[in-house]
């Protein structure tokens, strides 16, 4: 949004807790004599042309410095591009991106201090006199920043002015394939990056290569760190729904709840306390119950779609209300009577809507059938692929490939529920053979190529597959 005044309070953000705002005033009311934990910028910038801040230093007793800076990445006073530093005693000095430029005499707490960009130079006033002009080129936008040292220490009556001044834009977290975030971008740059060992412990500044330059270290405030896990920044640990996960352990700091997810043919599932079963190259964890598996795979146009598959298909909990005294609904058991009915004629239709191709597929069986999983909402499901209560993830072939139908349609209780979940599979099973078969189709093609274009229900096919077993689409 463009905002039209040329003279504005400035309205905070990136504000550290030991910070008090009050209207455009902030004063460090906790913390330590430190210039690492008490900060905030502006929420307004100054994206081109001439403009300036201003700000009361209030006392002549305490440490801070305010000023203009070009990306706020944290509270530490080198991170200001261009700084008035305040300090006790009424000492004036002029600091750029942790540099000393000088000293310029005193000041006194009801003087106005201004930091101003004219003609593409920056120039410092006390009141109305130059003190300092620039010699480094501002790179735009702009905004203001502050690094308060003591406590209590604080800057009064902050504005901005320019005539052109946007609200502060959108930053964008970069993750890797296991949802780990990478790098923090603004609309202009890189502002910070992360780097994590294979269990979680994050990579500092000066650890190989990395340097505070490329921003490694920068405080940029993202919870979301390692393994779509939210971090704790108070106590290290990164947080899931179920449970804690300690990164420098590399071990959960509580047993895991689900015993679902235990199986003797896995005799590392026991450990209860074990992070993937010590695989976390290949593995993450973001719910604290179970392993799931992240692949990026492409989607036409020289792009790629990240998925997470839980792995193994784990024993489902005992459905919640059993219905009417009949033996409670398991993925597994639906599945083996599915193929036990319908194996012969799901392998006559595959040969039937794939045509030629079919035969680059093998037989399909129980044995290589696709996990089915009932764990998620028909909400969650929509979240994720945008279908509303089934999607099929194709991964390598095999046991990768899994089949998502919504709990509310699995664990249904009317005549169709059983045919409804067939149908599914079968649907989403038609879709992840397409996927296997053609990994990079055109761009809006995805799971479409031995689809049905003139059907008005479903287009793609995992329609036609469903059509042909059981002859019409079997809707919940």
Known sequence: MVITSDRQDVTWTNVSPTIQVTGNSIQKVSGTSSWYDAGAASSQMITAGDGYMEFTPGSTTTWRMCGLVNTDSSWYYADIEYAFFVGPSGGLQIYESGNLRGSFGTYAASDRLKVAVEGGVVKYYRNSTLLYTSTVAPAYPLQVDT????????????????????????????????GSTRAVMSSTSIIARHDFLPFGEELAAGVGMRTWGQGFGVEDKIRQRYGLTERDDATGLDHTWWRKYDNRAGRWTSADPYRGSMTIADPQSFNRFSYVQNDPVNFVDPTGLVRVWCVAYPIGDGNYSTHCFEFPDPLFPREPNPRGGRAPRNPRDVKRDFYRDYEKVLNDCIKQVFGA???KLPKQTLKNAPILNARHTGKQIGAMSGAPYSVGNSGP?????????????????????????????VHELGNILDIRLNPNPPSGQLGMTYGNPNDPLDKDTGAALETCVFGSLQYP
Do not use: C, H, K, M
């Not at 320019?162 to 970069?174: C, D, E, S």
């Not at 089949?403 to 209780?413: D, K, P, Q, S």
């Open 147 to 178: 690094s308060l040292n003591t406590v209590n220490a604080a800057v009064y009556s902050v504005v901005i002015s320019g005539a052109r001044l946007t609200a502060n834009p959108v930053n964008y977290v970069l993750q890797d394939v296991q």
């Open 357 to 359: 191709d079919a035969a």
């Open 397 to 425: 072939a095999g046991p990768y490939d899994t089949v998502y139908i919504a709990r509310e349609v699995f664990f249904g209780n009317t005549p169709n529920t059983l045919n409804a979940i067939y149908g599914t599979f």
